[in-house]
């Protein structure tokens, strides 16, 4: 318990510096890949603690170590992304964003709760064995991902980690509580691109013409059919088509249709099939109907997957820092995430640290211009992943 009150108190000390820190990044948000003045602002953090880092990796990535006694026993990775999104922030706060972005995901929080960590963590560093790498990360929010980047640019290298960490802000939780879900816990997603072409031309003269827009619904309804008749029981599965082109008139039928969608899942190898049938049917029926279908589909982030054995420790360190009423079990999500490349490549926990408070008007879902967090939360998020680190690395 003595480390427990130790990391809490330092938690505190340092509330009031983490809190600006986020309303730094908060008012000047930067999209993905982008991200060059945050990860400025980060490295002077890091260069006040005289913390080791490296910078440049995906251009705006930083890599911190902090290295305990026995540096080489082990190595937990902590993760925090640091993109916005492309969203006009409308919340009536003296931190507004300062430009045509917004920290509407909660990556603000992510960022300045790491640098608390490493505060905590450099400040206590005698006290715990092996090392703690501090994974700054460009681009969550656009493909193909700031995660698999760094990694293929040995970001996670010299020393590789054991374990692998993330948290993010989850407005549906109450501040001060954490949720965690074992296994499969977020989809993969792809996204979906048909252009069904024919002859185009009058409505009224059905023989000399192809109503592609007849062939790109009949393709629509057997792809839905194919994903209720072939999804694995165990494979939670989504398809759905958001955006339809079809630029002809009331009499004219075009020569262009296009539909773009999106499909998400929770097995790798239904993940696999599934994009093999989809152009099969879709080929099928537009030949079928004299009309050619070009089909693309663009790879996004894979299957998200909780270490069982990891996850569960973290749970029990968690219950132990917060009280096991304020740690709870997530239901899956069919949402996608690029952590789900560490979890491909290391055993990885990646948990949900809440930020709502119905009581100050902090309900706001993310990706929305009124998103916002209760900022006691930087609070736990600083505390409890610096705890969750010490743990792993002293097991």
Not at 57 to 65: C, D, H, L, M, Q
């Amino acid at each position: 318990m003595h480390l427990i009150n130790k990391i809490k108190e330092l938690a505190d000390n340092y509330f009031n510096d983490i809190v600006e820190i986020r309303r730094h990044i908060h008012q000047n948000p930067e999209l993905s890949f982008k991200e060059f003045k945050t990860s400025e602002y980060i490295a002077s953090q890091l260069k006040k603690e005289n913390i080791y880092f490296k910078k440049g990796f995906v251009k705006t990535g930083i890599v911190a170590e902090i290295k305990g006694k026995n540096s080489t026993k082990k190595t937990i990775a902590l993760r925090a992304d640091m993109d916005a999104l492309p969203i006009i922030e409308e919340n009536n706060i003296s931190y507004k964003s300062q430009n045509n972005a917004m920290h509407a995901c909660g990556h603000d929080a992510h960022t300045a709760s790491l640098i608390g960590v490493a505060k905590i963590l450099n400040t206590i560093k005698t006290e715990f064995e092996g090392t703690v790498k501090l994974i700054f990360q460009p681009g969550e929010e656009l493909l193909p991902g700031g995660a698999i980047q760094m990694i293929e640019q040995g970001a996670l290298n010299n020393p590789k980690p054991d374990i692998v960490i993330a948290q993010h802000v989850f407005p549906d939780l109450q501040a001060g509580t954490v949720g965690f879900k074992k296994g499969k816990y977020m989809a993969s997603s792809d996204e979906i691109y048909l252009t069904i072409k024919g002859k185009g031309g009058h409505a009224a003269m059905p023989k000399i013409t192809t109503n592609i827009v007849l062939v790109a619904s009949k393709i629509i309804v057997a792809l839905h059919q194919m994903i209720e008749n072939e999804t694995p029981e165990t494979a939670p599965t989504v398809l759905a088509f958001g955006k339809a082109i079809a630029n002809g008139a009331t009499n004219v039928i075009p020569n262009e249709v296009k539909f773009e969608g999106t499909f998400r899942t929770m097995d790798e190898e239904w993940r696999q099939k599934a994009h093999i049938e989809i152009k099969n049917i879709a080929n099928s029926i537009a030949k079928k109907h004299g009309a050619q279908c070009e089909i693309n589909i663009v790879k996004g982030y894979p299957l998200l997957n909780n270490d069982v054995e990891t996850t569960e420790k973290a749970i029990c360190f968690a219950q132990q820092y917060l009280g096991k009423k304020h740690v709870v079990e997530l239901d899956q999500r069919m949402t996608s995430e690029d952590f789900a490349y560490y979890s491909q490549n290391f055993p990885s926990t990646f948990y949900r640290l809440g930020i709502g408070n119905k009581e100050k008007n902090i309900a706001s879902k993310q990706h929305t211009s009124t998103f916002n967090i209760d900022e006691d939360a930087l609070k736990t998020g600083m505390g409890l992943m610096s705890w969750l680190a010490i743990s792993l690395l002293n097991e």
